[in-house]
């Protein structure tokens, strides 16, 4: 089954008297358990994509299906449900509440479904001692570091168990160990079946995906899969950034699977 399914999509903005096509007829499946970087240089339609896919825009013409869904063709209030429930976000800026700690920022998604019990809340605290975060559970954004408040928001992503994690720019913000240390955790996750969309423009990163979508002038350029190798090559290179004593069970992102 795919987590989601591109139809001929395409979206038109007017900017005063002048139309502009964004994207122009794009066309893929991302299976479940698939992990995709989109990459394109600036004006080839990835930003576009990347709020069609988070449901924060309906597309001019086509189809965007979630597993059997059409959300091209929802109200705003069915598109707020589908990004409430199906899909984990994990942006660049991290997007946490400075006023939250670590396991209430994880439990925002439950919070605007009213789902705040004593079960929910030991999900949360699962959630932040699978990403590491055991010994912070009680700090805020502003006590963490970086590659922490990511870690806070990819714990948040995976709160209602979504049908794919989209991942903008992710590692945009982080130091290169930072990011080598997420991009690992990000291959554990997909490793467990967890289905990821990344948009990203860094070449390294994308190299550790399975596929790499390209956009060109709102075209699907190209679509090509990562070799095993090549994925292994990338995660060993990344691994050898952190140091040994905090790998941890980090050495099982060379385990990566096609």
Do not use: W
């Amino acid at each position: 089954m795919n987590a989601c399914s591109i139809r001929d999509l395409t979206k038109e903005y007017v900017l005063k008297s002048e139309t502009v096509r964004a994207l122009r007829g794009v066309s893929f499946d991302v299976p479940e358990g698939d992990y995709v970087a989109i990459m394109g240089p600036s004006g080839s339609g990835k930003s576009t994509l990347l709020n069609l896919l988070g449901c924060l825009d309906l597309p001019s013409s086509g189809e965007l299906l979630l597993g059997t869904d059409n959300v091209a063709t929802m109200t705003d209030d069915q598109l707020a449900e589908i990004r409430s429930r199906r899909i984990g976000f994990v942006f660049q800026s991290y997007n946490l509440i400075q006023q939250l700690t670590v396991v209430e920022n994880i439990q925002v998604p439950l919070y605007y479904q009213g789902k705040l019990g004593p079960k929910e809340r030991k999900r949360c605290i699962d959630l932040a001692q699978r990403v590491g975060l055991e010994d912070r559970l009680g700090h805020r954004p502003m006590q963490l570091s970086g590659g922490q408040q990511q870690r806070v928001a990819i714990a948040r992503s995976l709160v209602n168990d979504p049908y794919f994690i989209l991942a903008d720019e992710a590692t945009g913000n982080l130091d290169s160990k930072t990011t080598a240390e997420i991009l690992a955790l990000f291959d554990q996750l997909n490793s467990e079946g967890r289905t990821i969309i990344m948009v990203t423009h860094e070449d390294e990163v994308a190299e550790r995906a399975k596929r790499i979508v390209r956009l060109r002038d709102g075209l699907l350029q190209s679509d090509e899969q990562n070799s095993m190798e090549s994925r292994k090559e990338a995660a060993a290179r990344g691994l050898e950034l952190i140091p040994p004593e905090a790998r941890g069970s980090l050495n099982d992102s060379l385990e990566v699977k096609a």
